[in-house]
């Protein structure tokens, strides 16, 4: 079955710790993006890669880092400059930069 | 700055109604719109997307319209069950790149037995 999987499902942070969390697709699509939801907002883009080796910043970028050496792996690092990491992470992929977008089952990170 | 604004940001209906959910967006400038569906902690599903040549889109009880010129897209729901019960979300694609995806905040819908 083709999709995206996001690990883990929850997440602890300790004070200033970093951690990452997984993201693998097996769609075969070029792009993936992170997202944050907080209660009450909509999502907010983290970052985003539209092919391999390649990713750019979104909206709320401080504090968070990514790589892209696979297509299929898009990993985020939430460091130890993100002073608010309590929210739930979601990742998705799309096949070209404005295609339908599928989302994983997200990640809940909690700080300890 | 783009905005995109869902009202209600919660519904309640009876099973059986049809009903309709609105997403206003500030920039016509848009090259889709797409719809989704959350359910409580979970990841969202793709429901239906409207490229900005197009009108409208159906995917069985599911009708998504788009008019760029008022800035606007509902999605329609037809005998809604309460399976559909979950957190539908709108989300704009504006020419110009991947930075320019805006998601609205959503309107909780419950369909009541």
């Known amino acids: 079955d083709g999709g995206i999987t996001q690990s883990p499902k929850y997440l602890f942070r300790k004070e200033g710790q970093n951690v990452t969390l997984s993201c693998e697709q097996n769609l075969n699509h070029d792009a993936m993006y992170w997202y944050r939801q907080d209660p009450g907002q909509g999502l907010r883009l983290i970052y985003y890669?539209?092919?391999?080796?390649?990713?750019q910043k979104g909206d709320i970028a401080e504090g968070y880092s990514v790589s892209r050496e696979k297509k299929e792996s898009f990993p985020l690092t939430v460091t130890s400059a993100q002073k608010n990491p309590t929210a739930f992470y979601l990742c998705?992929?799309?096949?070209?930069?404005?295609?339908?977008?599928?989302f994983g089952p997200g990640t809940r990170l909690l700080v300890l | 700055k783009q905005e995109v604004t869902q009202i209600p940001a919660a519904l309640s209906v009876p099973e059986g109604e049809n009903l309709v959910l609105n997403c206003s967006f500030t920039d016509s400038a848009i090259y889709n719109l797409q719809w989704f569906r959350q359910d409580p902690g979970k990841g969202l599903t793709s429901l239906l997307l409207?490229?900005?040549?197009?009108r409208e889109q159906t995917s069985g009880r599911l009708n998504a319209s788009l008019d760029k010129s008022s800035g606007r897209s509902t999605l329609y729901i037809a005998a809604s069950q309460p399976g559909d019960s979950a957190t539908y979300l709108c989300?704009?694609?504006?020419?110009?790149?991947?930075?320019?995806?805006?998601f609205g905040t959503g309107t909780k819908l419950q369909v009541i037995p």
């Open positions: 998705a992929s799309s096949i070209g930069w404005a295609g339908t977008q599928y």
């Open positions: 989300a704009v694609v504006y020419s110009g790149g991947y930075q320019k995806v805006t």
């Open positions: 890669s539209q092919i391999v080796n390649d990713f």
């Open positions: 409207i490229q900005s040549s197009q």
